[in-house]
């Protein structure tokens, strides 16, 4: 159903559909008391959290580890003036179980930095939202 302004609400599983498409999007967290957004490549797991991979030692991870972000991923058509955007709400916790960490060193994302020292980064999907745009352009 879309809505006067012309975008239609997705539902739960339609942004998760959706987010699986894509290979990146960007995380949304506090920085030194301000919001800071960073471009990452992620996956989704088997319970639709979002997978981060980073070093131990980054910001990024000192930044979000215990904390409430987003996540948000879209995809858009600028010819057809079309497109999707979906946003995870959810606490980010750097995964510290060792079987857990090998199963996503096989099935997680990959760092498209190398790293030695690589985590994973979980975001529990508290609030999934998104929105669609159909353009009128063909």
Excluded at 31 to 59: E, I, K
Excluded at 83 to 104: I, Q
Aim: hydrophobic share 40%.
């Amino acid at each position: 159903m879309f809505h006067n302004d012309g975008f239609r609400a997705l539902d739960r599983q339609e942004c998760l559909r959706l987010l699986a498409k894509v290979p990146v999007g960007r995380i949304v967290y506090t920085r030194q008391a301000l919001p800071a957004v960073l471009p990452v490549n992620f996956s989704l797991d088997t319970d639709s959290a979002v997978l981060l991979r980073s070093t131990a030692s980054s910001d990024l991870v000192r930044a979000t580890d215990g904390s409430v972000v987003a996540f948000e991923a879209d995809d858009f058509d600028a010819v057809r003036c079309s497109g999707w955007s979906v946003v995870v709400t959810g606490r980010a916790t750097v995964v510290t179980d060792p079987a857990e960490h090998e199963r996503l060193s096989r099935h997680g994302p990959s760092s498209w930095v190398v790293a030695e020292d690589g985590v994973f980064v979980r975001i529990e999907p508290e609030l999934v939202t998104g929105r669609e745009i159909i353009g009128t352009r063909n």
